[in-house]
């Protein structure tokens, strides 16, 4: 079965900028793929952020941003904020009704 | 306001069987494919079974073919997954989720999630 890779971490400063990315380990990543991202603080369910690839989730702040870059999907904050130190997450459309998440990328605000 | 709300989680022996379940409020369940993602502890999430509206169409990830199944009762506003043969590794936290289609398919609300623990 073809893995979902994101970045196990990343570190960026209150007010910097962080783009997390979301592949396949033997495809391109496409809108077909259906992109979305969620986030999740410890103890808490899933919220959505980002869907169809670039579309906000109602109630999501605008410096949160989605795209397909290069072969990836891609999740970028803009203007980091301390409530923005989550887990992120991507979820991919495989066909045949089959989504796969990927392993997660912690986001780290200091 | 909308809640989705799962109960029937616990402990049970390897081996064993769960039924979970998920009320949902606050949206016109019917008109919704649902899901089950679990998450086991330290884990990311994994996608496990969708229904379709109409609860005929179903789908699982290959790990529970044949050992869970996912239904709904659209009059009781309710979605259940039955889990049978459990493992070890099917311990984690179970939510359940509806789906939301907007130019493309994505997990719209989400339950708090039930905890489900395999252990003799």
């Known amino acids: 079965q073809t893995a979902v890779t994101q970045e196990p971490s990343f570190s960026v400063s209150p007010g910097g900028t962080v783009t997390l990315s979301c592949g396949l380990s033997?495809?391109?990543?496409?809108?077909?793929?259906?992109p979305s991202w969620y986030q999740q603080t410890p103890g808490q369910a899933p919220r959505t952020l980002i869907y169809?690839?670039?579309i906000r989730s109602s109630g999501v702040p605008d410096r949160f941003s989605g795209s397909i870059f290069g072969n990836k999907a891609a999740l970028t904050i803009t203007g980091a904020q301390p409530d923005d130190e989550s887990d992120y997450y991507c979820?991919?459309?495989?066909?045949?009704?089959?989504?796969?998440f990927g392993g997660g990328t912690k986001v780290t605000v200091l | 306001e909308v809640q989705l709300l799962e109960s029937g989680g616990g402990l049970v022996q390897p081996g064993g069987s769960l039924r979970l379940s998920c009320a949902a409020s606050?949206?016109?369940?019917?008109?919704?494919?649902m899901a089950w993602v679990r998450q086991a502890p330290g884990k990311g999430p994994e996608y496990v079974a969708s229904?379709?509206?109409?609860?005929?169409?179903?789908f699982y990830v290959d790990s529970v073919k044949g050992r869970f199944t996912i239904s709904r009762d659209n009059a009781k506003k309710s979605l259940y997954l039955q889990m049978n043969s459990l493992r070890a590794e099917d311990a984690a936290i179970y939510y359940c989720?509806?789906?939301?289609?907007?130019?493309?398919?994505?997990?719209?609300?989400w339950g708090q999630g039930t905890l489900v623990s395999v252990s003799s």
């Open positions: 606050g949206f016109t369940f019917s008109n919704y494919w």
């Open positions: 169809n690839a670039n």
């Open positions: 979820l991919l459309n495989m066909g045949s009704g089959i989504w796969v």
């Open positions: 229904i379709k509206k109409d609860g005929i169409e179903k």
């Open positions: 033997s495809d391109s990543v496409s809108t077909t793929h259906n």
């Open positions: 989720a509806s789906w939301y289609y907007s130019n493309g398919w994505y997990l719209n609300y």
